[in-house]
């Protein structure tokens, strides 16, 4: 039976449970949408131009996914899709879900069960550009300033907003990250610029107007990237150093910086840099998160492009860290295999730029 009530178009979705790094809980599942099987009347043909009918379930076909569609256009059949998988992706058997359209219905309401901010319930801010544009976890109102334009640039997945270093970042108007729990910051960035204080996320002390912040930040000195976490000048510093190296001439990388408990963790691309142990308390909260700044009263922006900025209040396992890097650096090897309702499976490679025949 298919679902929802009245789809009978779908197409299924192999994961390769060895680009799974372990079992994971509720993974949220990057859909690159010009991966999907072409040619006769494929779902770019089928589907509404906003992709508003894409609907997610597991392989049963009954099971419904939260799915948010960020992009598509159907006359290049491209775009980008985000589901969360609930309950297990394996690591040692392929995890199948299926992705059904109709042409007719409109997109699921962002609040609603199986809507945008359900995919990303598990997330503090999720900004797909690395902007001003939206939070599609819906927590948080974007504020862009110094006169940055979000959007603008080609990230890894779809579109990255350029801080220029001088005066551009994002103000996170809401509740922020409280700095002595548990917490991730991610993003895929681009830096332009070596410089001594490139300041990926930040919180100011006392708004954003005002000297004194905490910190935890990616910045870019002699030893690489780094992070540091301060409660006032010169005060509850950590900074690991020695072995991650993050520069211009890296290209587009995935940053994870994490807190679990005392533990402190650095990861470029899926892997582990560089952690460590810092006993830090009592740091303020109640501050306010930002996108490309340190603190007022100095410089500190990052000149770089930035896309999918995330975070939120637990430290995500090397594992979980890992699988995302996976997806998202390579879907052409992420997947096992894609199916047409009605066709024949086809390995990813030997699908890219073929015509499939329903």
Known sequence: MAFPAGYTK??????????????????????????????????????????????ATKSDGTTELPIEVVAI?????????????????????????????????????????????AVWSAKKMVSHDGGATLDSAGNFTLSGQGGITSGGETGQIGNATLYDGVNDYVSLQGNAINPNNDYTYSAWVELNEDNAQNALFGVANGGITSPGYYTFILRNDSFGAVMQVDNGAGSGQFTPTGSETLSVSDGLSLVHITRN??????????????????????????????????????????????????????????????????????????????????????????????????
């Open 73 to 117: 256009d159907t006359t290049a059949k491209t775009g980008e899709v985000h589901i969360k998988i609930s309950g297990t992706t394996s690591s040692s058997t392929d995890t199948v879900i299926r992705l059904y359209y109709n042409g007719t219905d409109t997109a699921v309401a962002v609040g609603a069960t199986y809507g945008r901010n």
């Open 261 to 358: 408990g005392n533990v402190y963790s650095f990861y470029a691309n899926g892997a582990l840099q560089k952690s460590g142990t810092n006993t830090t308390s009592g740091l303020p909260t109640g501050l306010t998160d930002t996108i490309g700044w340190l603190n007022a009263g100095s410089g500190n922006y990052v000149d770089a492009n930035v896309s999918e900025a995330r975070s939120e209040t637990n430290a995500l396992s090397a594992n979980w860290i890992t699988t995302e890097y996976n997806n998202q650096n390579d879907e052409a090897t992420f997947w096992g295999t894609w199916t047409d309702a009605g066709g024949a499976p086809a390995a990813q490679a030997a699908r890219r730029g073929a015509v499939m025949m329903m």
């Open 10 to 55: 779908y197409q299924d979705i192999t994961i390769d449970n060895t680009k799974v790094a372990a079992d994971l809980t509720d993974y949220i599942l990057l859909v690159d949408l010009a991966d999907l099987v072409k040619g006769g009347a494929d779902v770019f043909d089928t589907c509404r131009t906003d992709g508003g009918d894409l609907r």
